[in-house]
């Protein structure tokens, strides 16, 4: 007679694995995947413990452990993140949106309630434009990889929001004038990328990533570029990477850019730089 299997034996056992092949937070991972195939809020799992599961849920769950136990991304695995008030499905076209960008589209949201227009460069899989589309009239989303603008535009029309998304390369397909330019562009070197957690470097995109010039190639030109695009008094917002503060706000003083503000994220990094045109 085959063993029954219950919830929190399942629970244990992808836990052990998940330790013993050194995944990070185990247990959170573990209860993520069972909610995600048995369609129950994670907290529900607590209640649910001497549940026998079937062969069939057995055999889903453990698929996406074995996955996860390759390292592959949580969020790949179930496919969809929250950001901001939005939804979106993710996948290897693009990477996966982190709370530091949630925060930048949260900052611009507050500080520019009148904005009428806004360009985000390195859109990705679409995450601040949409974020913006509900609130700003006119969003474009701008990106070299034409993957990451199909999931993009697939995350558009899952949020039920208007967003130009065009391909090329940073500014140059963009056309018109805009109050708010934001971008999250690759800024790391390729010393810095070996030494990434294979969850990045084994799945997420490396064009996304990784940028020449000590990281700062995109930042030069698009420092140089936007004053074309700005509208009066707009303002340009970057992402940055927490070492590069400094550089970038090099970069763009010397490209007769004004720093507004450097700007911390939650764990008490330099993440964000706000510019202005004087």
């Known amino acids: 007679m085959s063993r029954l299997w219950t919830l929190l034996d399942v629970l244990r ?3 052990s694995f998940f330790t013993e092949k050194g995944v990070p937070n185990a247990r959170l991972d573990a209860e993520n995947i069972l909610a ?3 369609r129950l809020p994670r907290l529900e799992l607590y209640l649910r413990f001497a549940q026998p599961l079937t062969p069939d849920e057995r055999d889903a769950i453990r698929r996406l452990v074995v996955r996860r136990a390759n390292r592959e991304p949580l969020q790949y695995i179930l496919g969809e993140v929250e950001f901001l008030d939005n939804r979106l499905k993710v996948d290897s076209r693009a990477l996966i949106p982190r ?11 507050d500080e520019c309630p009148a904005a009428q227009s ?9 995450a601040i434009a949409i974020a913006l589309a509900g609130a700003i009239e006119r969003v474009m989303g701008v990106d070299i990889s034409e ?6 535009r697939e995350n558009a029309a899952l949020n039920n929001t208007e967003v130009e998304f065009l391909q090329g390369d940073l500014l140059v397909p963009a056309s018109g004038l805009f109050d708010v330019i934001v971008s999250n562009p690759p800024y790391v070197t390729e010393e810095e990328f070996d030494k990434l957690a294979p969850e990045i470097t084994m799945y997420e995109p ?7 010039e000590d990281g700062l190639a995109f930042y030069r030109r698009i420092v140089n570029d936007a004053p074309q695009r700005l509208a009066p008094g707009g303002r340009l917002y970057f992402e940055i990477g927490h070492e590069q ?4 706000a090099r970069l763009a003083t010397d490209a007769g850019w004004r720093v507004l503000e450097v700007a911390k994220d939650l764990a008490g990094f330099d993440r964000n730089i706000i510019l202005v045109r004087d």
């Open 13 to 15: 056992w992808s836990v």
């Open 36 to 38: 995600h195939v048995l």
């Open 99 to 109: 709370p530091e960008t949630e925060f930048l589209a949260q900052r611009i949201l």
């Open 118 to 126: 806004a360009l985000d460069v390195c859109t990705g899989g679409g």
């Open 147 to 152: 993957e990451a603008l199909s999931l993009a």
């Open 206 to 212: 490396r064009l996304a990533l990784v940028a020449p």
């Open 245 to 248: 503060s400094d550089a970038v």
